[in-house]
C-alpha cells in the first residue's frame, strides 16, 4: 500500500508565499519514489480539479510542468531521500484558493486527474486580499 499526505496550507495575504510538501509513505513507495511522477491539482468550490503543475521520476530527468495560470510563480522540487515532493507558491492571488491535492503515478506523468493512481487527502490554501 501506499499513502501521500500534503502539509503546508494555510491562510495568506495576497502577494504572499506558501510551500507545500507531499510526502509518500508505505510499502508501494519504499525504494521506488523515484520512480514515481507526481502531480500537483488544486480543487475551488463548486469548479472540477485543475491541473497546477506535475514533475516526473528521476530518471526521465525530473522534467517539471506548469499550468499556464501558475507558470513563474509556482515551483515544483523533489527530495527523493526524504520521499517527498515540494510546491512552492509565491505571487499568491485570491483565484489560487482551493484545496491542493498531490498525486503519484508510476512511470507516467501526465496532466490529467484520472491518469494518477495515489492521491493524497489535499490541503487547503486560502489567499486573502
Known amino acids: 500500500q501506499g499513502q501521500l499526505a500534503e502539509s503546508g496550507g494555510g491562510l495568506v495575504q495576497a502577494g504572499g508565499s506558501l510551500r507545500l510538501s507531499c510526502v509518500a509513505s508505505?510499502?508501494?513507495?519504499?525504494?521506488?519514489?523515484?520512480?514515481?511522477?507526481v502531480g500537483w491539482f488544486r480543487q475551488a468550490p463548486g469548479k472540477e480539479r485543475e491541473f497546477v503543475g506535475a514533475?516526473?521520476?528521476?530518471?526521465?530527468?525530473?522534467?517539471?510542468y506548469y499550468a499556464d495560470s501558475v507558470k513563474g510563480r509556482f515551483t515544483i522540487s523533489r527530495d527523493n531521500a526524504r520521499n517527498t515532493v515540494y510546491l512552492q507558491m509565491n505571487s499568491l492571488n485570491v483565484v489560487d484558493t482551493a484545496v491542493y491535492y498531490c498525486?503519484?503515478?508510476?512511470?507516467?506523468?501526465?496532466?490529467?486527474?484520472?491518469?494518477?493512481?495515489?492521491w493524497g487527502q489535499g490541503t487547503q490554501v486560502t489567499v486573502s486580499s
Open positions: 514533475i516526473s521520476w528521476t530518471l526521465n530527468g525530473e522534467t517539471t
Open positions: 498525486a503519484a503515478d508510476l512511470l507516467r506523468v501526465g496532466r490529467a486527474p484520472s491518469e494518477y493512481d495515489y
Open positions: 508505505g510499502h508501494t513507495f519504499s525504494n521506488t519514489f523515484s520512480n514515481y511522477a
